[in-house]
């Protein structure tokens, strides 16, 4: 079996900082693209950030030098570094990997971490 587990949401007040991490698990060979997505209730998931196997970064307009994303790929984790955060950055976060294991090669989804910005 192969799981993908986030950690580090929660509450925060506007102007804060809060770190994400999402670790892999399970017989996985090779780890290639991963990446956050966030979602509302009114609002589709969107994606936050995107980082390569070999570190190439991606981000959405929104997060731009506020958000920084990284990866360990000898742990299997990865992470995303929130700072100055804002209410609408109120989500949950979800993180995914596209994952090379001995049962295949497939995208693989966390189940979600909550993080509110409020005051």
């Known amino acids: 079996q192969v799981r993908l587990v986030e950690s580090g949401g929660g509450l925060v007040q506007p102007g804060g900082s809060l770190r994400l991490s999402c670790a892999a698990s399970g017989n996985i060979l090779a780890i290639y693209d991963m990446g956050w997505y966030r979602q509302t209730p009114e609002k589709q998931r969107e994606l936050v950030a995107r980082?390569?196997?070999?570190?190439?970064?991606t981000y959405t307009d929104s997060v731009k030098g506020r958000f920084t994303i990284s990866r360990d790929n000898a742990k299997k984790t990865m992470y995303l570094q929130m700072n100055t955060l804002k209410p609408e950055d109120t989500a949950v976060y979800y993180c995914y990997g596209d994952l090379f294991w001995i049962g295949g090669q497939a995208d693989y989804w966390g189940p979600g971490t909550q993080v509110t910005v409020s005051s």
């Open positions: 980082i390569s196997s070999d570190g190439v970064m």
